[in-house]
C-alpha cells in the first residue's frame, strides 16, 4: 500500500521553465512534508520542507506547495537549470520517533531539463 | 565538515552468505536511520537508532536482519544468508535531534550497493 506516490516516473523541462512535480499521499495523519534531490550514485540531499499548518514554502527557485483537503503537494523549480538535473523524492512524515522523523518516501520523478 | 559516509560503496555476494554493512554518520548526530531502497522506487524505512538505543525496527523485512549500534556513533547493518530479493541500495542517514530550522533534517550517505547472485 503505496502512501506517498508520485505518478509520474519522467519529466522533461526546457531549461528557463518552470518544473512542476507532483505528489500525492492518502495518509491524512502526515503532517510535515519534505521534497530530496538526488544524483546518481549519491544519497538523496534535503531541498525544502513543508508543515502541514503552512499551504506554501519559498526558497529561492524552490517552491512548495501543498494542498491538504486534496492530499496533494507539488514543488515547482523555477527558472528550470540544467543541474536541476536528477530524481526528486517527496517524503512525508506523521510519526515523530523521540525527536526524529520517520519517514514514508514516493517512488521519485526523474527530472530532465533540456538545454 | 564531514558528511555521512557509508562502506562498501558496492557488495556483491553469493545467495546465503552474511554481509554487514557500515554507517559513518555526522559527528554529533544522534538519530541514525537504515533505508532500503529498491530499483525504482523510493527508500523504505527500515530501522531506526537514538544513540545506542534502537528504538524503532518495524522495518526490517525479516529476522535475517539485524542493525548495532552499541556506542551511538558508528551503525552496522547485518543481513544473514542473503537472499537475491535482499538486492537493493542500503541508505544510511542522519539527523541532530531537532534540525537547524526545526525540520529534522536527516542527511543521507551515498549508499551500499548489494547485488546477490
Known amino acids: 500500500d503505496q502512501q506517498v506516490k508520485q505518478n509520474s516516473p519522467s519529466l522533461s523541462v526546457q531549461e528557463g521553465r518552470i518544473s512542476i512535480l507532483n505528489c500525492d499521499y492518502t495518509?491524512?495523519?502526515?503532517?510535515?512534508f519534505l521534497w530530496y534531490k538526488k544524483y546518481p550514485a549519491e544519497g538523496p540531499t534535503f531541498l525544502i520542507s513543508?508543515?502541514?499548518?503552512?499551504d506554501k514554502n519559498e526558497d529561492g527557485r524552490f517552491t512548495v506547495f501543498l494542498n491538504k483537503s486534496a492530499k496533494h503537494l507539488s514543488l515547482h523549480i523555477v527558472p528550470s537549470q540544467p543541474g536541476d538535473s536528477a530524481v526528486y523524492f517527496c517524503a512525508a512524515s506523521g510519526e515523530i520517533i523521540q525527536g526524529a522523523q520517520k519517514l514514508v518516501f514516493g517512488q521519485g520523478t526523474r527530472l530532465t531539463i533540456n538545454p | 565538515g564531514a558528511g555521512v559516509s557509508q562502506s562498501p560503496r558496492y557488495k556483491v555476494a553469493k545467495r546465503g552468505q552474511d554481509v554487514a554493512l557500515r554507517c559513518d554518520p555526522i559527528s554529533g548526530h544522534v538519530s541514525l536511520f537504515w533505508y532500503q531502497q529498491a530499483l525504482g522506487q523510493g527508500p523504505e524505512f527500515l530501522t531506526y537508532f537514538q544513540n545506542e538505543a534502537q528504538l524503532d525496527k518495524s522495518g526490517l523485512p525479516s529476522d535475517r536482519f539485524f542493525a548495532e549500534r552499541p556506542e551511538g556513533s558508528v551503525s552496522t547493518l547485518k543481513i544473514q544468508r542473503t537472499q537475491q530479493e535482499d538486492s537493493a541500495v542500503y541508505l544510511c542517514a542522519s539527523s541532530p535531534v531537532e534540525g537547524p530550522s526545526g525540520t529534522y533534517e536527516q542527511y543521507f550517505g551515498p549508499g551500499t550497493r548489494l547485488t546477490v547472485t
Open positions: 495518509n491524512s495523519m502526515f503532517d510535515y
Open positions: 513543508i508543515s502541514s499548518i503552512k
